[in-house]
């Protein structure tokens, strides 16, 4: 009971849910309605602390491969439209009280796929809306119902706690394999390289070749027995693997081989925090040569890629990955507090307090879209946020909750909301 009174503010999105979860759908009409996340060009030039932070080009993304975007974690700035309606809506199965969506769809060109609260993976087309296939044939495990999804050129790839791994024909449905394992599978699901990278809730990293199901091998580390329902998505770096397990530990990993080139750590640093949870959620993401880990426990930090050394640690923690493009990443912590940092030496650029009307409501991963900052909650609001200087744009509120942090295929923003599907384009 000590754990659950110190964590009654900041309790996982499986816990939330049950909260939010009784909203209902607004019947709204899908014509003409504008949401407006890309919406405005910025004026860098609105005062002397712009000209600090530099950003790459907006990029046109053209797939989701994993919950994390891609094999690197870092999905960096997108480009797209700057005015969007919505299109269509697609009601993808089941979010109840006892049924949680806890991971973003994966997507191509053609299609975007879900997974729901029953473990039903339906394919919902980008062009018209509609319900191309759905899978309800997975098992359902009555206590806790979670499953994470990847996607590659061939298979689409999904685990489950049910302890089970599957891979599906992308365009009909088909079940082409299925595994099991002897534990339920708790962290996001990676495919870098014909291979699949997961954990379960043991302690134990599986590296599986991905044409056939079968282990290459298993690496294990020790079992965290206080952790959240899910784990972050390992991340695939030159021929290497970041791993970060519930335990605080992160793991540099040789990818064709169970050799670790280096092991390292979380610690608190806050000292005035009561949260002693060591679990990391948030996905380790990178720019080629920092590997930046978040945990829960208000502790971020970051290693030097080769050997692990430790460059700089910040006492900021929570659940959300954050935003990153150039040398600079703009993170939201378990407070609701926006940082913008320099990640070569971990100077705060600017910080901002973001106030939503509903205090339970969790943040979903920061986007870097066309020069703004897209935060989403899942109280449905949607706020903009200038990345140069930290100045809110505009804000909005959907009239339904968010299930997962959204994702964007070219010109087309996707939302999950009480399990539906919504799509702006």
Known sequence: MTILKIFKRGIFILILS???????????????ERVSVFEKNIDKKENSADEKILLNRPYINESWT????NSSNTIGHIGGKKKLTKFAKNDIGVKNSISQILYSPVANKKAVFTIDGKLKIMATSLDTGKTLWSNP??????????????????????????????????????????????????????????KLYFSNDIGEFFVIDA????????????????????????????????????????????????????????????????????DIIANPIT??????VKGYNDNMKAFNLENGSTIWELPIGGITTPAFSNKFMFDINNDN?????????????????????????????????????????????????????????????????????????????????????????
């Open 18 to 32: 049950f909260i939010i979860s009784a909203c209902e759908t607004a019947k709204d009409p899908l014509v003409g």
């Open 66 to 69: 994993a919950s994390s975007g």
């Open 137 to 194: 044939r997975l098992i359902n495990n009555e206590y806790l119902r979670y499953g994470a999804l990847a996607l590659d050129n061939e298979r689409l790839y999904a685990i489950t706690n049910s302890s089970q791994l599957v891979a599906i024909n992308p365009e009909n449905g088909e079940i082409i394999y299925s595994k099991y394992f002897n534990t339920p599978l708790k962290s996001g699901l990676q495919i870098c390289d014909d």
């Open 211 to 278: 044409k056939t199901g079968e282990k290459l091998f298993v690496h294990k580390t020790m079992e965290e027995p206080n952790s959240f329902v899910k784990g972050s998505t390992p991340m695939c770096i030159n021929n290497n693997l970041v791993v970060a397990f519930q335990n605080g530990e992160v793991h540099m990993l040789m990818r064709d081989m169970n050799t670790a080139i280096w092991l390292e750590a979380l610690h608190k640093i806050n000292k005035t925090s009561l949260n002693n949870m060591s």
């Open 287 to 292: 720019d080629g040569n920092v590997v930046i």
């Open 337 to 425: 507090i926006l940082n913008a940092i320099d990640i070569t030496n971990g100077k705060t650029i600017w910080s901002k307090k973001i106030d939503i009307d509903d205090k339970k409501a969790i943040a979903f991963d920061p986007l870097l879209v066309n020069n703004q900052i897209i935060l989403t909650f899942s109280n449905g609001e949607i706020i903009r946020i200038n990345p140069y200087t930290g100045k809110e744009i505009n804000r909005e509120k959907l009239t339904s909750v968010i299930d997962t942090t959204p994702i964007i295929i070219e010109d087309k923003f996707i939302i999950l909301s009480n399990a539906n599907v919504i799509i702006y384009k």
